[in-house]
């Protein structure tokens, strides 16, 4: 069946330094990929997506690149600020899973001043 | 665009009593709705998926007598916990898709429940 596998958190890092979150993903045909982030005691933001290889998905600094070669989706960002601080999701949506979204288990990240 | 509400943000209710819970798509028709449940510091679980006008989807292991899932129109769809008991205490999220927006689900902010 479908998987994704998120890199442990908890991740700590300084205000302005770089992030890696990684994401790999194991499905059957070609499926669309997501990343989700969620800040404290709210529900799911969608943070951006990619629909098929090589497609980069970005948003408020935020970039994934669709690898269908080594099946991840790695998320990065330049320069981290406090208010990134959040927990990030990994998922993805696989042809015939009835747009079902299988979710990594998370990471949290806390970006300290 | 693509705003989902849930409410109530927070609910306490006693054990064995029933709880509703409404998921609205404000700005466009969902014609899939999901249900998830979140346990502190862990991922989302799939309980449910409804699509309007029929009956809900459940996962394997979600009682659908004690999770009552109503989808009655393209903007609303109700989680009721019947006889809800200390652990049902969880945080509920919905999300909405449509044809429209293809595959991207939007989540609502999500519901606590306790269970006293």
């Known amino acids: 069946g479908d998987s994704v596998t998120q890199m442990e958190g908890p991740v700590t890092l300084s205000e302005e330094a770089f992030l890696t979150i990684n994401c790999t993903y194991t499905?059957?045909?070609?499926?669309?990929l997501f990343w989700y982030v969620q800040y404290p005691g709210e529900g799911l933001q969608l943070l951006l997506k990619?629909?098929?290889?090589?497609d980069k998905g970005s948003n408020k600094g935020f970039e994934a690149t669709y690898r269908k070669e080594t099946t991840s989706f790695h998320l990065e960002k330049g320069s981290v600020q406090v208010s990134d601080s959040a927990v990030y999701f990994c998922?993805?949506?696989?042809?015939?899973?009835?747009?079902?979204?299988?979710f990594g288990s998370g990471t949290q990240l806390t970006v300290l001043p | 665009g693509a705003v989902v509400s849930q409410h109530p943000s927070r609910v306490i209710c006693k054990s064995g009593t029933s709880v509703k819970i409404e998921c609205r798509s404000l700005?466009?028709?969902?014609?899939?709705m999901f249900w998830y449940r979140q346990f502190p510091k862990k991922s989302l679980m799939l309980m449910a998926t409804?699509?309007?006008?029929?009956?809900?989807?459940?996962e394997q292991g979600v009682e659908k007598d004690k999770f009552l899932i109503n989808h009655a129109s393209l903007t609303l769809s109700t989680l009721t916990v019947t006889s809800a008991h200390p652990e049902d205490s969880s945080f509920y999220i919905c999300?909405?898709?449509?044809?429209?927006?293809?595959?991207?689900?939007?989540f609502g902010p999500g519901t606590r429940l306790l269970v006293l």
């Open positions: 409804s699509n309007e006008g029929s009956k809900a989807t459940y």
């Open positions: 700005d466009f028709q969902a014609t899939t």
């Open positions: 998922a993805l949506i696989s042809s015939g899973s009835a747009r079902q979204l299988t």
């Open positions: 999300s909405a898709s449509s044809w429209d927006y293809q595959e991207t689900q939007y």
């Open positions: 499905a059957t045909g070609y499926p669309s």
């Open positions: 990619a629909t098929k290889a090589d």
